[in-house]
């Protein structure tokens, strides 16, 4: 077969063609050459199918094979990776920054100073024991020193409270993320049903991945069509092809969020693996365990000062009064299955303070619960439940505690417990369950007391200190005025270790101190070491990815010389084609 005219023509023609598409996917390219999502694509050519001829298989010229997203899929995996490190150390190192700057005493009027100067008023108080401005002056450091504590008690409850809105946030932005994901891929599939790639597409799918990573560290893969299945750590889909799971987060008894996979009823935090959801749940321990230290602290001097000053007696010969007040609280737990409410009893008769606790005899500042073992009967008179210090893991032996059924009325359970002496009249402290017919408390119901939940953010001067008269120093009647020895007793706190037994007050505040800067700082610190690396991984991936508009305009000229050169050709086939008609 002899190989003629029309043949150089069609191979021109299609020449031109594969050049068009050239010129086009590079004016696409710079076009997108600022969007952070685009990767760079390429056109493949390859020869068009040879014909046969005389002098053999002769070529028929080039086309456009397919046109492919420079997309390097391990450096991407590594990328997100190193994206979900990067976003967790973020979100931990800024939630603990906030929690940082509530300790910051680098002015000298922090707590620590303030404390100093509590103690101090005790001391001159204890020289001057008859003194009126030494005693407004303890009344005024007092409260100030109650302020500060009030004032960083509601700033960490603040910062907690943002922290769960965050992670509230970001579960719902997982979730609509996953939902345009799974949209994403019936897109995907729709598009490439006929063959090729819809490179524009995936290019927006792998953006909401990278995004996703940022929240949450996933594992992925895609399938023979195309489709992306992503999976959370530990193996729990988030979306499959066209389907979507979705993740929930509910509040627990404290008021922090939980993520929760579909229906399922056991909280997945420990499967978030990295990204900003992990970040906060950490940061959200962190601040967690600060405010439990903080609220120890205030516990500790709440307890220690009361339980002397209860005991001393004032200028006008009273006793039996608190220097500080504060909300204990009392709950019934959300899962109980009776409708008993607990609060505390108030007896007129018994050597209590207002809010129902013999100061005198209480034990300790701990938390405990009250854990029903069996259905309650009302009136009969038996512990069908026991008595747990929460803060200690341990049950209180039976002996330790009783059912007081002398004040008890109908539908009422009365309970004494936590006091130093089981022979003493005024148990430590003195509650009441109050329930109504069928609302008795049930096996596995459970009553909580809390002392320091709320220390910190409640503690203040017992308002009947107004006059300072009331301040009770003296641990004998008659010795009133000139005894001084409860105000000695209590200006020695500062120097005891009554801090959970092994800490003064300025050790506990030193450590805490100490502890929140610490790990403040290692999170700054990989939160640094993280970008470094992630800049590296973003400068390889642009590198391959990225569109280069010097590179683009170089290879721009070549394809429009070729371009010109296989018009030529067109012309030139065109002028013989013309000389061949004039000839026949």
């Known amino acids: 077969m002899v190989v003629g005219l029309s043949n150089t023509l069609n191979t ?10 050239e010129i086009d996917i590079i004016g696409h390219n710079v076009a997108n050459a600022n969007n952070p999502d685009y990767r760079r694509q390429v056109a493949h050519l390859e020869t068009t199918t040879p014909i046969p001829s005389n002098l053999g298989p002769r070529g028929t010229g080039v086309q456009v094979s397919r046109v492919e997203s420079l997309y390097d899929r391990f450096l991407f995996r590594q990328v997100n990776h190193e994206r979900s490190n990067q976003g967790m150390w973020e979100s931990l190192a800024g939630g603990l920054s906030s929690v940082e700057q509530v300790f910051n005493d680098l002015e000298d009027n922090g707590l620590a100073q303030q404390m100093a100067e509590f103690w101090g008023a005790w001391e001159d108080l204890a020289n001057q024991p008859e003194g009126g401005v030494q005693r407004e002056t303890l009344t005024g450091k007092s409260r100030v020193l109650a302020a500060s504590l009030n004032a960083m008690g509601d700033d960490l409850n603040f910062q907690r409270q943002v922290l769960n809105r965050y992670f509230n946030k970001g579960a719902t932005d997982i979730n609509q993320m996953a939902d345009s994901l799974g949209e994403m891929n019936q897109a995907i599939l729709k598009s490439e049903i006929n063959g090729g790639r819809n490179n524009d597409l995936r290019d927006k799918q792998l953006a909401l991945l990278a995004n996703l990573s940022e929240l949450v560290d996933v594992d992925y893969n895609e399938d023979s069509s195309g489709q992306l299945n992503i999976m959370l750590q530990g193996g729990k889909p988030l979306v499959l092809g066209s389907e979507v799971y979705h993740l929930k987060t509910l509040a627990d008894e404290q008021g922090d969020y939980h993520a929760y996979f579909g229906n399922e009823g056991v909280p997945i935090d420990d499967l978030l693996g990295s990204g900003k959801m992990k970040g906060w749940v950490e940061a959200r321990n962190s601040l967690i365990q600060a405010q439990d230290d903080l609220n120890r602290m205030a516990s500790s001097l709440i307890f ?12 006008d010969g009273g006793t039996s009064s608190t220097f500080f007040d504060h909300r204990i609280d009392l709950t019934s737990s959300q899962e109980n299955e009776g409708g008993a409410s607990i609060s505390f009893v108030v007896d007129p008769n018994s050597a209590e303070a207002p809010e129902g606790v013999a100061w005198a005899t209480l034990a300790n500042y701990d938390d405990f619960e009250i854990r029903f073992t069996a259905d309650h009967s009302d009136g009969s008179g038996v512990k069908d439940f026991v008595i747990v210090n929460t803060i200690t893991g341990a049950e209180l032996d039976s002996s330790r505690y009783e059912i007081d059924d002398t004040v008890a009325g109908d539908g009422q359970l009365l309970i004494n417990f936590n006091d130093t002496d089981d022979t003493a009249a ?22 909580k007391l809390s002392f320091g939940k709320y220390a910190s953010r409640s503690v203040e001067v017992n308002s009947a200190l107004e006059n300072p ?4 120093i003296s641990d004998n009647y008659f010795e009133v005025p000139g005894n001084n020895k409860i105000a000695l007793r209590i200006a020695q706190l500062q120097h005891q270790p009554v801090v959970d037994g092994r800490y003064t007050f300025s050790e506990s505040y030193t450590a805490m101190v100490n502890r929140v800067g610490s790990v403040s700082y290692t999170a700054q610190s990989r939160q640094n070491q993280s970008k470094m690396v992630l800049d590296q991984l973003n400068n390889r991936e642009e590198s391959v990815s990225g569109v280069s508009i010097d590179e683009e305009m170089v290879n721009l000229i070549k394809f429009q010389q070729s371009y010109q050169a296989t018009a030529r050709m067109v012309s030139t086939v065109d002028e013989l084609m013309q000389v061949l008609n004039d000839m026949l």
């Open 12 to 21: 021109a023609r299609i020449g031109m063609l594969a050049n068009m598409t």
């Open 426 to 447: 005024d148990k430590g402290y003195r509650l009441r369950l109050e329930f109504g017919t069928g609302e008795e408390p049930r096996n596995n119901d459970t009553f």
């Open 304 to 315: 220690n000062v009361n339980q002397a000053h209860f005991q001393g007696y004032n200028l």
């Open 469 to 472: 008269d009331k301040i009770a």
